[in-house]
Nanobody, 125 residues
Framework: QVQLVESGGGSVQAGGSLRLSCAAF????????MGWFRQAPGKEREGVAI???????SYADSVKGRFTISQDNAKNTLYLQMNSLKSEGTAMYYC???????????????????WGQGTQVTVSS
């Protein structure tokens, strides 16, 4: 049974920083694509950043240069460092995992088999 547990959300003023963590339990697949998604009220869930088993990363245009996705394989933990946060970053943030290498469709939430419960990020202006 795969379980993903996010933490690190909170409230911050615009321009501030937060680091989200996602601990993975029970994941035994060799290949993995992991991603961070977010969903604001009334909006669809959107991809923020994804990372492949080899450490290659990709970012949504809206967060490039401000967010960094990383993973600690020894701790089975995924991170999202968010700097220079903007008010439009207010959303529930989710981590997700898929037992395949990342590819073009990995930006779609429907591609992922496993999801965490989410952690709320609120950015005030």
């Amino acid at each position: 049974q795969v379980q993903l547990v996010e933490s690190g959300g909170g409230s911050v003023q615009a321009g501030g920083s937060l680091r989200l963590s996602c601990a993975a339990f029970g994941y035994t697949y060799t290949n993995i694509c992991m991603g961070w998604f977010r969903q604001a009220p009334g909006k669809e869930r959107e991809g923020v950043a994804i990372i492949d088993s080899d450490g290659s990363t990709s970012y949504a245009d809206s967060v490039k240069g401000r967010f960094t996705i990383s993973q600690d394989n020894a701790k089975n933990t995924l991170y999202l460092q968010m700097n220079s946060l903007k008010s439009e970053g207010t959303a529930m943030y989710y981590c997700a995992a898929d037992p395949y290498d990342c590819y073009a469709a990995s930006w779609g939430p429907e591609e992922y088999n496993y999801w965490g419960q989410g952690t709320q990020v609120t950015v005030s202006s």
